[in-house]
């Protein structure tokens, strides 16, 4: 059965800081990985798909890459500000290589920047 | 980019009473739709998949007579939590998939 979990749990940094949010699942044969971003209270907004066969995703300050043999997943997020404060979640498949839409969850790195 | 819809966004209701989630795909057609459930502190876990036209397939250990669900159209998926308690506050996301998942903007119940 698939496990995603994600280290460290909360993290505060002061503004400007680049920091590494890390991700690890138990079945290497995922179909993709995908990093979420939550606020609280709110629902998801999908920050990076990284497919199988991609070893890492850019979009602006983030970068996400793949390990798929080692089983991790790691989100870069370089020159962090305030408003990237929310909780950061990976998830994969939750039937491996297939790609049916049902995810598992890691629980999440909840993130604070400090101006 | 595609947008899922959800509504309420936030219930209050009384123990016992009967509760409607909805969760609509607005610009695309979506044949499954999924249900999650978020515990406080803690990560989305997942209830059912909705299946249009079908009964939905519900995980292991999620109650199909607590939480019934329809998918009558290609848009449109429920979630009716039938009698709530208090142990059934939580807050519910329901997502959509068009090439990448999208997510509702949840619905918090809080059941007193």
């Known amino acids: 059965k698939q496990e995603v979990t994600q280290i460290p749990a909360a993290l505060s940094v002061p503004e400007g800081e680049n920091l590494v949010l890390n991700c690890s699942f138990t079945?290497?044969?995922?179909?993709?990985l995908q990093w979420f971003r939550q606020d609280p209270g709110k629902g998801l907004t999908s920050l990076l798909l990284?497919?199988?066969?991609?070893r890492e995703q850019t979009s602006g300050r983030l970068n996400a890459s793949l390990d798929k043999s080692s089983g991790r997943s790691t989100l870069y997020i370089a020159a962090s500000q305030p408003g990237d404060s929310a909780t950061y979640l990976c998830?994969?498949?939750?039937?491996?290589?297939?790609?049916?839409?049902?995810?598992?969850f890691g629980q999440g790195t909840t993130l604070q920047v400090k101006p | 980019g595609a947008v899922v819809s959800q509504h309420p966004s936030r219930v209050i209701c009384k123990s016992g009473t009967s509760v409607k989630i909805e969760c609509r795909s607005l610009?695309?057609?979506?044949?499954?739709m999924f249900w999650y459930r978020q515990f406080p502190k803690q990560s989305l876990m997942l209830m059912a998949t909705?299946?249009?036209?079908?009964?939905?397939?519900?995980e292991q250990g999620v109650e199909k007579d607590k939480f019934l669900i329809n998918h009558a159209s290609l848009t449109l998926s429920t979630l009716t939590v039938t009698s709530a308690h208090p142990e059934d506050s939580s807050f519910y996301i329901c997502?959509?998939?068009?090439?990448?998942?999208?997510f509702g903007a949840g619905t918090r119940l809080s059941v007193l």
């Open positions: 079945d290497s044969a995922i179909y993709n």
């Open positions: 990284i497919q199988s066969s991609q």
């Open positions: 610009d695309f057609q979506a044949t499954t």
């Open positions: 998830a994969v498949p939750a039937e491996g290589s297939s790609n049916t839409g049902k995810l598992i």
């Open positions: 909705s299946n249009e036209g079908s009964k939905a397939t519900y």
């Open positions: 997502s959509a998939r068009k090439n990448i998942q999208y």
